[in-house]
């Protein structure tokens, strides 16, 4: 499988804030430790990986503050789903998710380089 060497998903949201002239706070939400790739994991293992994987450094810099999410594609909503459950924990006044593709129907065998 091939792995990318950059944030996707920093990227798409750079260019929004551009257009809609607001901030990217793209270093507030960090992982703990690094993680495989989910791909070949199941929907109740992709939850389990990312537990406890996200931190925030400067949570009050969310706090009373409408955050959006962005992500570049929905599987089963594991990293959303943790993301937004610790963004939480610093009292936003809103969060909102932003998806740009989202995944249906994948199988496991389709994913596997022959």
Not at 7 to 18: E, G, M, P, V
Not at 27 to 33: F, P
Not at 53 to 69: A, D, W
Request: no cysteine; proline share 4%.
């Amino acid at each position: 499988m091939i792995q990318r060497s950059y944030n996707q998903s920093a990227l798409i949201a750079r260019q929004i804030s551009k257009y809609l002239a607001i901030p990217v706070m793209a270093d507030v939400l960090k992982r703990s430790r690094p993680r495989a790739t989910q791909a070949s994991l199941s929907r109740h293992d992709r939850h389990r990986d990312l537990e406890k994987v996200f931190y925030l450094k400067n949570p009050g810099r969310l706090r009373s503050r409408h955050i959006m999410i962005v992500d570049d594609i929905f599987t089963t909503g594991a990293t959303l789903s943790a993301a937004a459950k610790i963004i939480a924990q610093a009292e936003p006044k809103e969060i909102s998710v932003l998806v740009i593709a989202r995944a249906v129907g994948y199988k496991k065998s389709l994913l596997q380089v022959k």
